[in-house]
């Protein structure tokens, strides 16, 4: 059984800075794809990041793009999300996701991926 577990959300003034992290266990990861999405209030949930587990390939939403950065540790199954410059809009419950087999490429769907997190919150005050 498949267990993600985030953590790192919390509350930052805009331009500030956070790390979260997702623990993976349960499961080999060699051809997945691991991914961060969020969903704030009264919005569907959007894709911000995914990173293949073996490789260099990663992709990111626009929104995020040269302020976010996702990256691995292999030994640790563990994926980072790092939030820099961060906005009010960046407010929202991060997910942290697993799509178990992908032979090439990164989906940005959300039914693509097969494990979740529980969530964590992010909040970004003005």
């Known amino acids: 059984q498949v267990q993600l577990v985030e953590s790192g959300g919390g509350l930052v003034q805009a331009g500030g800075s956070l790390r979260l992290s997702c623990a993976a266990s349960?499961?080999?990861?060699?051809?997945?794809?691991m991914g961060w999405f969020r969903q704030a209030p009264g919005k569907e949930r959007e894709f911000v990041a995914a990173?293949?587990?073996?490789?260099?390939?990663?992709k990111y939403a626009d929104s995020v793009k040269g302020r976010f950065t996702i990256s691995r540790d292999n030994a640790k199954n563990t994926v980072f999300l790092q939030m820099n410059s961060l906005k009010p809009e960046d407010t929202a419950v991060y997910y942290c996701?697993?799509?178990?087999?992908?032979?090439?490429?990164?989906?940005?769907?959300?039914?693509?991926?097969?494990?979740w997190g529980q969530g964590t919150q992010v909040t970004v005050s003005s």
């Open positions: 996701a697993a799509e178990s087999f992908r032979s090439w490429g990164i989906s940005m769907t959300a039914n693509q991926y097969d494990y």
């Open positions: 349960g499961g080999t990861f060699s051809n997945s794809v």
């Open positions: 990173i293949r587990w073996s490789g260099d390939s990663t």
